[in-house]
Nanobody, 126 residues
Framework: QVQPVESGGGLVQAGGSLRLSCAASGRAFINYGMGWFRQAPGKEREFVAAISRRGSETFYADSVKGRFTVSRDNAKNTVYLQMNSQNPEDTAVYCC???????????????????WGQGTQVTVSS
């Protein structure tokens, strides 16, 4: 079992950058594929990015491809989301989530995820 906790949100101007962190307490972090999701006011939660257990594969929504980068440090039980060239449409609460992945399963970011963080607010001003 892991418990994700996000940090790093805040206010940024359009064109700026932020880096979110997600620290996961618990054991065997390496057994979990990790994903980032966001939810804007009045909208449904949407997938942003995901990373495989060892970090060898990453997956992105089309809306963030080329601007956002997901990475992880398994020694620190932490996953990151580097967000560049942000625009007001990126304003949302960003959550990270963990999905237990068996050694014989292929993780490509698909759910369902097992554990979710509380989220961190990201606001991009125009």
């Amino acid at each position: 079992q892991v418990q994700p906790v996000e940090s790093g949100g805040g206010l940024v101007q359009a064109g700026g950058s932020l880096r979110l962190s997600c620290a996961a307490s618990g054991r065997a972090f390496i057994n979990y594929g990790m994903g980032w999701f966001r939810q804007a006011p009045g909208k449904e939660r949407e997938f942003v990015a995901a990373i495989s257990r060892r970090g060898s594969e990453t997956f992105y929504a089309d809306s963030v491809k080329g601007r956002f980068t997901v990475s992880r440090d398994n020694a620190k039980n932490t996953v990151y989301l580097q967000m560049n060239s942000q625009n007001p449409e990126d304003t949302a609460v960003y959550c990270c989530a963990a999905k237990f992945v068996r050694s014989y399963d292929y993780f490509a970011g698909q759910g369902p995820y097992d554990y979710w963080g509380q989220g961190t607010q990201v606001t991009v001003s125009s």
